[in-house]
Antibody, heavy 120, light 107 residues
Framework: QVQLKESGPGLMQPSETLSLTCTVS????????VGWVRQPLGKGLVWMGT???????NYNSAVQSRLSISRDTSKSQVFLKMNSLQPEDTGTYYC??????????????WGPGTMVTVSS | DIQMTQSPASLSASLGETVSIECLAS??????LAWYQQKSGKSPQLLIY???RLQDGVPSRFSGSGSGTRYSLKISGMQPEDEADYFC?????????FGSGTKLEIK
């Protein structure tokens, strides 16, 4: 069955670079995209970016200058790197399978999320 | 960016009651809209995509409708397990954007 699981450090300091890993199973990264979504504590969801089956990426312009998404298909892993962290980057980070159908796109399976706190 | 205005922000419903949640897009999104349910402490789960298509395994009491800029999610017969936050999300234009959420509680 389709599964995704995020991993990474729980606590970061301001100005550091965040590195998160999403390990997937039950599907191939060369057949489906994977997106990253952030959720500040008690707040709504924000799409950060997606790496598609062909390896291309799209980013939210709000974080594009600080964000990089890459993958290792042999390990079924997707990576998020975001530099110049600030306290407002605190939140739960989810990776999700991103379906790009002929006309409609959506996130059909989500990982459990990993909490990241940015604090000095 | 396309703004997704979701309403109400919160509501409470009795068991068996029918509830509706609305999402208004700042411009037309051609039915490229999904609805997600997020239970407390859990990750979001897809309910509806393409505005009205029910995701596999989702109970039929959930339905979606709408067109243009106005979309809605209906729960026909509130169940205890439906207590959750609900979010809409558009994929018509980058950046993909979510509504601010609706907290649904049992009365």
């Amino acid at each position: 069955q389709v599964q995704l699981k995020e991993s990474g450090p729980g606590l970061m300091q301001p100005s550091e670079t965040l590195s998160l890993t999403c390990t997937v199973s039950g599907f191939s990264l060369t057949s489906n995209g994977v997106g990253w979504v952030r959720q500040p504590l008690g707040k709504g969801l924000v799409w950060m970016g997606t790496i598609w089956a062909g390896g291309s990426t799209n980013y939210n312009s709000a974080v594009q200058s600080r964000l990089s998404i890459s993958r290792d298909t042999s390990k079924s892993q997707v990576f998020l790197k975001m530099n110049s962290l600030q306290p407002e980057d605190t939140g739960t980070y989810y990776c999700a399978r991103h379906i790009r159908g002929s006309f409609y796109w959506y996130f059909d399976f989500w990982g459990p999320g990993t909490m990241v706190t940015v604090s000095s | 960016d396309i703004q997704m205005t979701q309403s109400p922000a919160s509501l409470s419903a009795s068991l068996g009651e029918t509830v509706s949640i609305e999402c208004l897009a700042s411009e037309g999104i051609s039915n490229d809209l999904a609805w997600y349910q997020q239970k407390s402490g859990k990750s979001p789960q897809l309910l509806i995509y393409a505005a009205s298509r029910l995701q596999d395994g989702v109970p039929s009491r959930f339905s979606g409708s709408g067109s243009g800029t106005r979309y809605s999610l209906k729960i026909s017969g509130m169940q205890p397990e439906d207590e959750a936050d609900y979010f809409c999300q558009q994929s018509y234009k980058y950046p993909l954007t979510f509504g601010s959420g609706t907290k649904l509680e049992i009365k």
